[in-house]
């Protein structure tokens, strides 16, 4: 996902119900987000916007890496999903028990007591 945590926010958080049955959900992407991927649909994404998509897992020289190893850092930085690895958005998409196992092994106390959402607080930038 080439999409910045900002934009991937935006276009994901008002949720409408489609009129026509009532029973999917789509979102009203803002226009500067639609036109983004239509271009990276059509074109692929320019060196800027690697540039750009790899400033939120500060990917560190980015700024001198070509386009291919953008790509490359971009995808070992985030999930399938274009999450960080480390955020707390990366990590809301695991199960609890994979929260679980990750605070294992990076030897969080108390983990076993923790919540979902205390899981994801102690492992957010850790992993």
């Not at 790899?54 to 999450?83: C, F, H, V, W, Y």
């Amino acid at each position: 996902m080439l999409l910045i945590e900002d934009e991937y926010r935006r276009s994901t958080a008002k949720k409408q119900t489609d009129s026509h049955d009532g029973d999917e959900q789509f979102s009203d992407q803002p226009g500067d987000v639609r036109d983004k991927v239509a271009t990276i649909k059509k074109d692929g994404p320019t060196k800027d916007m690697l540039v750009e998509r790899a400033q939120d897992p500060d990917i560190d020289g980015r700024s001198s890496m070509t386009k291919e190893e953008l790509l490359d850092a971009i995808e070992a930085a985030t999930d399938k999903n274009g999450r960080g690895k480390g955020t707390a958005a990366g990590l809301a998409n695991r199960k609890k028990s994979e929260l679980y196992e990750k605070a294992q092994e990076a030897g969080i106390g108390g983990r076993s007591t923790m919540s979902k959402r205390e899981l994801i607080d102690a492992l957010e930038d850790r992993v």
